[in-house]
């Protein structure tokens, strides 16, 4: 348990940060957990596991790739009718397919999404996003010319990353402060607005780094496309039983470290931005609109509507 507890400290810190990145980190660190378990029967290893979930869960509220992760390695230890070495050995298997799931699903979603790329165009994003980066560097290598405007992301500087990525990958990028956005989205003409996801929720709505809302507001007065590209395992079970998706409140200090005392600061981390703004979700099972999210994943994972907590 013990590197699980440091995994879980370097998400909640942000050293793991991107939900495809926090849920795989997660996942790895839940494998290790079983691998080590000195669990004399299954039942002791479900406690030992639901004990490691939360640990994890607790880490940061605004990540269903995580949260539907873990539990589909306790949905199918549950699940699992058998003596302890064969409960271990399906669950150290349930780990290893959600990881090639992940893994698999991000080379899809790069190839369909840089399907929507053309060479010349101007593309905007905000935060980092290993999926948006990856479908970039996809169209860059399949030799299209592109220039990608990234925002700087206050307050944890996400988009560094960004443009160091894009930059390490030859492409060409512009970045420029947040409070820029739409300056940059009319003055560049962008052509494209391309952002992550945290979360998708049953009514379609996309969750992602605060500000994505004002991106996609500006967006939407210049008529650019706004595509999100997010594997289906950011969709959060919650929202189709009425919960709301928490958004996470960081630390004050992430935004000034010595204020005047007194001084009330807010840091929400992340915000939704309804299917109105966006023109389709980029998925590992293809282009669609939003709003059939949750009818598609009925299909696609019918577990993640059968969990218990
Ligand atoms: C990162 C963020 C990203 C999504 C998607 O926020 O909002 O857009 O997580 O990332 P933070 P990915 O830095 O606070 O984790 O596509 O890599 O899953």
């Given at each position: 348990m013990e590197n699980l507890i440091q995994v879980a400290k370097k998400i909640k810190d942000l050293e793991i940060q991107g939900a495809r990145n926090v849920a795989k980190a997660a996942i790895r660190s839940m494998k290790e957990v079983i691998l080590n378990s000195s669990a004399s029967d299954p039942d002791l290893l479900f406690k030992e596991l639901l004990q490691a979930k939360n640990i994890l869960f607790n880490?940061?509220?605004?990540e269903p790739a995580m949260r539907n992760g873990l539990r589909y390695v306790l949905f199918e230890i549950k699940e699992a009718k058998g003596d302890i070495e064969t409960t271990k050995e399906i669950a150290i298997k349930t780990c290893d397919k959600i990881l090639n799931y992940f893994e698999d699903a991000i080379l899809k979603i790069h190839e369909i999404g840089a399907r929507k790329i053309l060479s010349g165009m101007q593309i905007m994003t905000h935060c980092h996003s290993s999926t948006v980066t990856g479908i970039l560097r996809k169209a860059h290598e399949q030799g299209k010319e592109i220039h990608v405007i990234c925002t700087e992301t206050r307050?944890?500087?996400q988009g560094h990353r960004t443009a160091r990525e894009l930059i390490e990958a030859d492409i060409e990028v512009t970045f420029v402060v947040d409070s820029a956005m739409r300056y940059m989205m009319k003055h560049l003409e962008v052509d494209l607005a391309l952002i992550g996801a945290d979360a998708i929720t049953s009514e379609g709505t996309i969750i992602n780094k605060i500000g994505t809302r004002l991106f996609a507001l500006a967006a939407d007065e210049r008529d650019v496309p706004m595509y999100c590209a997010a594997d289906?395992?950011?969709?959060?079970?919650?929202t189709s039983l009425g919960f709301l998706e928490k958004i996470e409140k960081r630390s004050p200090e992430e935004i000034?470290?010595?204020?005047?005392?007194?001084l009330h600061i807010e840091n929400p981390a992340f915000e939704t931005v309804p299917?109105?703004?966006?023109?389709a979700l980029i998925t590992e099972v293809g282009v669609f609109p939003p709003s059939s999210i949750a009818h598609q994943l009925l299909q696609l994972h019918p577990w993640m509507f059968a969990f218990e907590e």
């Open positions: 880490t940061r509220p605004t307050p944890r500087y289906t395992f950011k969709f959060s079970p919650e000034w470290k010595e204020a005047p005392s007194g299917r109105r703004y966006i023109d």
